[in-house]
């Protein structure tokens, strides 16, 4: 079984070709970061042109590669959602063109359901699984049953990790993209330096909140001296947003640990997936509980971790070996929770 892949759901423009042995075949990802950077963050119709103008010579580029023509094909898959609609429209689009004109499935994989099976293409992890996905647009611990089939056990009532990461990254003056930026500057941080909450820390349930925590690290810079921040200001701001963010996410993440496994007897394995799962502090802080809860970690490379098409095309593999094939009336959706059943959450927006 072979799938083509195709991802547009924000500012990366990706293609894969992988096959049911868990082989990438060949992939290609342009990144949109020179782009948006001027703009301190993305832009919709900047991202969506940048997908139009690029995508067709990265799916060639694949195809060539991987030495695949599309008569080998079993099914094209694309992000359906949830994402930056322009963008998400360019890659649905594309996909049904490819599926119409070779007479081939159609499969619209939910972004969400990519990261979550992303894990079963480099690691055979049984279902069921609870799964971390941690990204600038989400924030969720979510029970993967089976393929389609997902149990919310908490979501961010505010900001996602990663949009928090962001944000504080544009108030040091770190740049874009805010993630790796805080990280490395964190490195030659102190973090006791300056006294910053821990949201949500010691509640019950499996809820996030990180806008309190970003506010707090303004309040933090601004009673400073003034001026503009020193190295070191900058470095042990850093150091104690990312403390401050970790100590958050362990509390959460073992209310939910210990969910599963009242629900889920036969469960053993935590997963983190998304962009900010590739932040090595967080990984090493989830490392520790799942010593210390006696569970399994595991966490994909950090390429599947950021959106990538390869995750897309796996995806649409464990679809299609299911017959969960789609028509070519699919709506592109911006918004597509992967547990529509779960009970709505205040404030949570998009991000429920």
């Known amino acids: 079984m072979i799938v083509l892949g195709i991802e547009t759901s924000c500012d990366e423009t990706a293609a894969a070709v992988v096959d049911g042995e868990r082989r990438v075949l060949a992939e290609r990802l342009h990144s949109q970061v020179d782009d948006h950077r001027p703009f301190g963050g993305i832009v919709p119709e900047v991202a969506a042109r940048a997908h139009l103008e690029i995508l067709d010579g990265l799916v060639a580029d694949v195809m060539a590669e991987s030495g695949t023509g599309f008569a080998d094909l079993d099914g ?13 429209i360019v890659g649905v689009m594309t996909a049904k ?14 972004h969400l359901e990519g990261h979550a099976l992303s894990p079963r293409l480099v690691d055979d992890v049984p279902f069921p699984y609870l799964l971390l996905l ?4 989400h924030c969720q611990l979510l029970v993967v049953e089976g393929v389609g089939s997902y149990t919310r056990l908490g979501t961010t009532i505010d900001d996602a990790l990663g949009e928090a990461f962001d944000k504080t990254a544009k108030m040091l003056g770190l740049g874009y993209p805010g993630g790796p930026a805080v990280e490395r500057a964190a490195a030659d941080g102190d973090p ?3 006294v910053l909450p821990r ?28 001026g503009p921040l020193s190295e070191r200001d900058v470095a042990d701001l850093s150091a104690a947003f ?6 958050a996410l362990v509390d959460r993440t073992v209310n939910a640990v210990r969910e599963f496994g009242d629900r889920y007897p036969t469960g053993d394995t935590l997963v983190v997936a998304g962009g900010v799962a590739a932040n090595a502090y967080l990984r090493s802080r989830l490392a520790d509980i799942a010593t210390s ?3 399994r970690l595991v966490a994909p490379p950090q390429k599947l971790c950021t959106d990538n098409a390869a995750m897309i095309a796996w995806a649409g593999i464990e679809r299609l070996r299911l017959g969960l094939v789609d028509t070519l009336d699919f709506a592109p959706r911006p918004r597509w929770p992967l547990d529509p059943d779960a009970a709505p959450v205040a404030f949570a927006g998009v991000k429920a």
């Open 76 to 88: 094209v898959a694309a992000t359906g959602g949830p994402g930056l609609i322009g963008g998400v």
């Open 97 to 110: 063109a490819i599926a119409a004109v070779h007479d081939l499935p159609f499969l619209a994989v939910n």
């Open 134 to 137: 941690v990204s600038g647009g």
């Open 192 to 194: 006791a330096r300056f």
């Open 199 to 226: 949201p949500m820390k010691g509640r019950p349930g499996c809820h996030f909140s990180f806008s309190g925590l970003k506010t707090a690290v303004r309040h933090a810079a601004e009673a400073l001296p003034p």
């Open 242 to 247: 990312q403390m401050a963010a970790g100590d």
């Open 293 to 295: 809860e006696g569970v």
